[in-house]
C-alpha cells in the first residue's frame, strides 16, 4: 500500500505505516474474510487477465472506526500501470460507504442475501423433479393444493403428496420457506 486518503486512515484508525506493517495481517483486520476470501480472489484474478476491463467493482464489508461491526461499501479498483504481459504493476481502489440508513444499502443487503441464500441451498434445489418445481412455483404464488392440481392436471392428492416431498427435499416448514426458494431460484 502506498497511499490512503486522510479519509480512509481515520476511518480505520491507523497510519498508512501502520497498515503497511500488517503487510498479511491487513485484509482480515479491516475486511470481513468470510466474505472477501472468496471475492478478493476472483477481483485480483480478474486484474491479471487481459482481455477484460481494467475497472473491477464490487461490494465488500470493512471494519472502521465509524461504526461497531461491518459496514458495506462499494469499491472500485482500476489497474493503472501492467507489466508487458499485463500483470498490473499499479492499482487504484475507491471505496463508498453505503450506510444503513441508505435505500441503496438495503436493495444491495437484500441482493447479497438472496445470493448467500443461492450459495447455501442450490444442491438442495438441484435435487428437485422439474414436477416439483412446478408445484413449488405455483405454491409460492399462493395456490392451494386443489388449484395447483387443477393447474398441473393432476389429482389433489399428488399435489399434497409433492408439496410434502417439497418441505421434506428442502427442508421447509413454512410457506414463506417454500417462496424463499421460489424467489432464489427465479420460479417466480
Known amino acids: 500500500m502506498r497511499y490512503l486518503s486522510e479519509w480512509g486512515l481515520k476511518l480505520l484508525g491507523a497510519t498508512l505505516q501502520e497498515l503497511t506493517a500488517l503487510g ?76 444503513p440508513d441508505n435505500h441503496f444499502a438495503a436493495k444491495v443487503q437484500r441482493l447479497i442475501d438472496e445470493n448467500n441464500f443461492l450459495r447455501q441451498h442450490t444442491a438442495a434445489f438441484g435435487c428437485l423433479t422439474a414436477r416439483e418445481r412446478d408445484v413449488l412455483r405455483l405454491l409460492a404464488l399462493g395456490h392451494s393444493a386443489p388449484e395447483v392440481a387443477n393447474a398441473l392436471c393432476i389429482s389433489v392428492q399428488t399435489a399434497e403428496t409433492h408439496r410434502r416431498n417439497l418441505r421434506q427435499k428442502l427442508g421447509a416448514v413454512t410457506s414463506y420457506e417454500l417462496g424463499q426458494y421460489a424467489r432464489a431460484f427465479d420460479l417466480i
Open 24 to 99: 498479511p495481517a491487513f485484509s482480515p483486520t479491516y475486511f470481513n474474510a468470510v466474505e472477501s476470501d472468496e471475492y478478493m480472489a476472483n477481483v485480483f484474478r480478474l486484474m491479471y487477465e487481459n482481455e477484460v476491463p481494467d475497472v473491477h467493482t464490487f461490494y465488500q464489508q470493512v471494519r472502521t472506526t465509524e461504526r461497531a461491526g461491518w459496514s458495506w461499501y462499494l469499491t472500485a479498483m482500476r489497474r493503472l500501470l501492467t507489466d508487458a504481459h499485463g500483470a498490473p504493476l499499479l492499482v487504484m481502489g475507491l471505496a463508498v460507504p453505503l450506510h
